[in-house]
């Protein structure tokens, strides 16, 4: 058997049952791409499953509020996914909500590069386009031992290279969706499961023991600690909340005010230890009594919940809100 069909058919065997698999709609493709986006899938299922239930097409996506979308996308991350999803939305509006069927007019949507406008058109319409990720670039690094940095343009050269020719005897949508699985269930960053591998008879790392050594990393620099003083205003039962966002974060979800320097008569709550992909906050939580300032709005604990709360203090708030309320604190 070739390389690919010996790929193929251990997909169509192993494939997990996953709920953007139950068919090719582009729509829930699209929407899957974007929320695995840096996220496990493990994590991303019940977001997409509730995400569906909500908005179950194009039309219903284009027509719902930016404030739903926040709230619906709150704790997984990197906001400006949700935001190029309702602008592209807004854009098939125009279309009479079809979804674009080429490469070119997908990869011309918002919010979509060249590995989501790849994935999208070849599992959704057999467009012999390769979909390069980190898993795609991992499985090919082993398998060959390349020795490129991941992430480099030269090893992106070499694995597009791989997969064009690789690409041109596969049914794109099994052979994408294949490689896919094969990097997150097999061939893992940590603790591969050679053994199990149906391309390890092809596989130079697993031949010379060496697959913990590929693909070859950068050393990472370390990432900025910032620490913050935040302070929970409160007016009887209601808290003080803004959209503020100087950090450049989360444009468009609620945030506790941070300060500079702290009231005398605030008393400290807890802290919260929070890490992006690229910096780490360290929240320090006070709570004051105070009187209602019109620099801030103001919310009860219901209405906070049904609000989009960065996650970082959405954490926090959950798990203290009895407290913050209570006379003691």
Excluded at 128 to 151: M, P, Q, T, W
Aim: aromatic letters at 12%; proline letters at 5%; one cysteine or more.
């Amino acid at each position: 058997m070739t390389f690919t069909t010996t790929l193929q058919d251990w997909f169509i065997k192993n494939q997990r049952k996953l709920p953007f698999r139950l068919d090719k709609d582009p729509y829930r493709v699209w929407i899957s791409e974007i929320m695995a986006q840096q996220t496990q899938i493990d994590t991303m299922i019940p977001y997409f499953e509730r995400w569906m239930s909500k908005w179950p097409t194009i039309k219903s996506l284009f027509e719902a509020s930016e404030n739903d979308l926040l709230k619906a996308w709150e704790g997984l991350g990197y906001y400006t996914r949700v935001r190029n999803i309702h602008k592209a939305a807004q854009q098939l509006s125009q279309n009479n909500y079809i979804f674009p069927n080429t490469i070119d007019e997908i990869r011309a949507l918002p919010g979509i590069g060249p590995y989501t406008a790849a994935a999208i058109a070849s599992i959704c319409f057999e467009s012999k386009s390769v979909a390069i990720d980190g898993n795609v670039n991992r499985v090919v690094s082993r398998l060959f031992e390349f020795e490129d940095d991941f992430g480099s343009p030269s090893l992106l050269n070499k694995v597009t290279e791989k997969m064009e020719v690789w690409m041109s005897s596969a049914t794109p949508s099994v052979f994408t969706q294949a490689m896919m699985e094969l990097g997150a269930l097999i061939c893992t960053p940590k603790n591969p499961s050679c053994d199990q591998c149906p391309l390890k008879q092809n596989c130079l790392a697993f031949k010379n023991q060496s697959t913990l050594d590929f693909p070859k990393k950068k050393i990472t620099k370390k990432k900025p600690e910032l620490h913050k003083l935040i302070l929970l205003m409160r007016h009887k039962d209601l808290l003080a909340l803004t959209l503020d966002h100087q950090d450049s974060l989360m444009k468009g979800y609620w945030r506790f005010p941070e300060v500079k320097e702290l009231p005398k008569e605030s008393l400290y709550i807890g802290s919260h230890h929070h890490v992006f992909t690229h910096l780490i906050w360290d929240l320090d939580f006070y709570s004051v009594e105070t009187e209602k300032s019109s620099e801030f709005q103001w919310f009860s604990a219901e209405e906070i919940e049904a609000l989009p709360l960065i996650t970082a203090h959405r954490v926090f708030f959950e798990k203290t809100k009895t407290r913050i309320f209570s006379s003691e604190s």
